[in-house]
T-cell receptor, first 113, second 113 residues
């Protein structure tokens, strides 16, 4: 596609519920990234994939967060047993390599109530 | 990556030049200066980057001081659609975790009619 597509655009979850956020990267982009953006803050790195391999998950805040990219294209960020502090915008980005063509999606706004 | 310092907010009149400063006094020789912006409810968008020479593209100009300790992003004729948070990011272009972008809080530029 023309850009990075994320769905859903908005998600409201009850505390304790599991959620799954989807990212469709730009076709042909090898690298995929997830970021978390709390209200009033800049985005913070969560994890990085090169094709299907998760090469860096150092930014995932807890073991409730899990990301996968099984076929090297679409990626899913899963959050188990959501907590209020998980409320944020989750941004996905993809790139050809490194910072080359680094493009962000519009994000998924998650609100945990 | 070197730390950056930006003003929290700035105002600019429509049609005038917007000059956004960034301090990066600890920048090292192989680190580039990148600028991104984030319009409300969208993901960050790449604007421009440079190493030591001034750069210009269709969106903006980047002026980097000779000692490379600071830079200025210039939007030559600001429009209402340029209202956004502008992030200055310093990072290397190769090696290590060069795929990560470390965002600060950025500068909220408000363009007024």
């Amino acid at each position: 596609g023309a850009g990075v597509s994320q769905s859903p655009r908005y998600k409201v979850a009850k505390r304790g519920q599991d959620v799954a956020l989807r990212c469709d990267p730009i076709s042909g982009h090898v690298s995929l990234f997830w970021y978390q953006q709390a209200l009033g803050q800049g985005p913070e790195f969560l994890t990085y994939f090169q094709n299907e391999a998760q090469l860096d998950k150092s930014g995932l805040p807890s073991d409730r967060f899990f990301a996968e990219r099984p076929e090297g294209s679409v990626s899913t960020l899963k959050i188990q047993r959501t907590q209020q502090e998980d409320s944020a915008v989750y941004l996905c980005a993809s790139s050809l390599e490194g910072l080359l063509g680094y493009t962000f999606g519009s994000g998924t706004r998650l609100t945990v109530v | 990556d070197a730390k950056t310092t930006q003003p929290t907010s700035m105002d600019c009149a429509e049609g005038r030049a917007a000059n956004l400063p960034c301090n990066h006094s600890t920048i090292s020789g192989n680190e580039y200066v990148y600028w991104y912006r984030q319009i409300h409810s969208q993901g960050p968008q790449y604007i421009i980057h440079g190493l030591k020479n001034n750069e210009t593209n269709e969106m903006a100009s980047l002026i980097i001081t000779e000692d490379r300790k600071s830079s200025t992003l210039i939007l030559p004729h600001a429009t209402l659609r340029d209202t956004a948070v502008y992030y200055c990011i310093v990072r290397g272009n190769s090696g290590g975790s060069n795929y990560k972008l470390t965002f600060g809080k950025g500068t909220l530029l408000t363009v007024n009619p």
